[in-house]
């Protein structure tokens, strides 16, 4: 079993680029989540998804879209990238809490 | 104000020293405390869930154990492979999943 994994491990981006971060888990959790991790804080929920079809904002939305495709994948997408959205971005999954992780995508906007 | 406090924020062992972390909260109902152990470049792995105070849970050189205010985690007789950052996680009792509050982490470095 893979469990939560994402895509890409690594992303440079300018500013007002755009990208969008995969993740796609194999639990069969309905539960799935996106979070941002910066030094000093902790774990900022973003975004989630309760269900297949349903999305929700976290902590802090701002900057950002997600779209649960199906049950499996939840895609985290920065329409205009800006500095301050440089962070790991962590996405996990849950049925229900606790919630099990993958590795990350490290971006750097510049 | 629902919050996690984790101390230290750094921790220097040799190994063999036992020691404890720290994790303390204030939520307004709480349905769990969760432990997790991060590496450097991966994400947290889930160590132990805790429910009820006077609540305990063990894992090799690990002891979770909870009160109503705060919950340790117990290294006994560290290894180096025990460096690691450990998170602390508070589920309140509340619906929705802004109901999850992380701690900045223990940042554990165990001496050869």
């Known amino acids: 079993n893979a469990g939560v994994t994402q895509t890409p491990k690594f992303q440079v981006l300018k500013t007002g680029q755009s990208m969008t971060l995969q993740c796609a888990q194999d639990m069969n959790h309905n539960s799935m989540y996106w979070y941002r991790q910066d030094p000093g804080m902790g774990l900022r929920l973003i975004y989630y998804?309760?269900?297949?079809?349903?999305?929700d904002k976290g902590e802090v939305p701002n900057g950002y879209n997600v779209s649960r495709l199906n049950k499996r994948e939840f895609s985290l997408r920065l329409e205009s990238a800006a500095p301050s959205q440089t962070s790991v971005y962590f996405c996990?999954?849950?049925?229900?809490?606790?919630?099990?992780f993958g590795n990350g995508t490290r971006l750097t906007v510049t | 104000e629902d919050q996690v406090t984790q101390s230290p924020e750094a921790l220097r062992l040799q190994e063999g020293e036992s020691s404890s972390l720290n994790c303390s909260y204030t939520v307004s109902g709480l349905r769990g405390l969760f432990w997790y152990r991060q590496d450097p470049g991966k994400g947290p792995e889930f160590l132990f869930t805790?429910?009820?105070a006077g609540e305990e849970k063990e894992k090799e050189r690990l002891k979770a154990t909870l009160t109503k205010k705060e919950s340790f985690l117990h290294i006994t007789a560290p290894k180096p492979e025990d460096s690691a950052t450990y998170l602390c996680?508070?589920?309140?009792?509340?619906?929705?999943?802004?109901?999850?509050?992380f701690g900045t982490g223990t940042r554990l470095t165990v001496i050869p």
């Open positions: 998804s309760a269900s297949e079809g349903t999305t």
């Open positions: 996990a999954s849950s049925e229900p809490p606790p919630l099990h």
């Open positions: 805790l429910y009820s």
């Open positions: 996680a508070v589920q309140a009792d509340q619906t929705g999943a802004n109901n999850l509050f």
